[in-house]
């Protein structure tokens, strides 16, 4: 295993940081908000799903009454 002295690794740590492609503003907010109104998509469809199990768990048990 090869060895690199501090000051050389810290050189190529800046080298290989310099070629990242960081987002735009722009990009950034519109990504954010996908994933907010995904977010809020997905808690709403588990909710109705869960009101929906709950009525028929309900429906079923008090038949059985």
Same mark, same amino acid.
């Given at each position: 295993?090869?060895?690199?002295?501090? @000051?050389?690794?810290?050189?190529? #740590?800046?080298?290989? !940081? %310099?070629?990242? &492609?960081?987002?735009?503003?722009?990009?950034? @907010?519109?990504?954010?908000?996908? #994933?907010?109104?995904? !977010? %809020?998509?997905? &808690?709403?469809?588990?909710?109705?799903?869960?009101?929906?199990?709950?009525?028929?768990?309900?429906?079923?048990?008090?038949?059985?009454?």
């Amino acid at each position: 295993m090869a060895t690199t002295n501090p @000051i050389q690794f810290i050189q190529q #740590v800046r080298s290989e !940081a %310099a070629k990242i &492609a960081w987002p735009g503003r722009r990009e950034v @907010i519109l990504t954010t908000v996908m #994933v907010l109104v995904m !977010a %809020a998509l997905t &808690a709403t469809f588990f909710s109705l799903t869960d009101v929906l199990i709950k009525f028929c768990l309900t429906f079923v048990l008090s038949a059985f009454h």
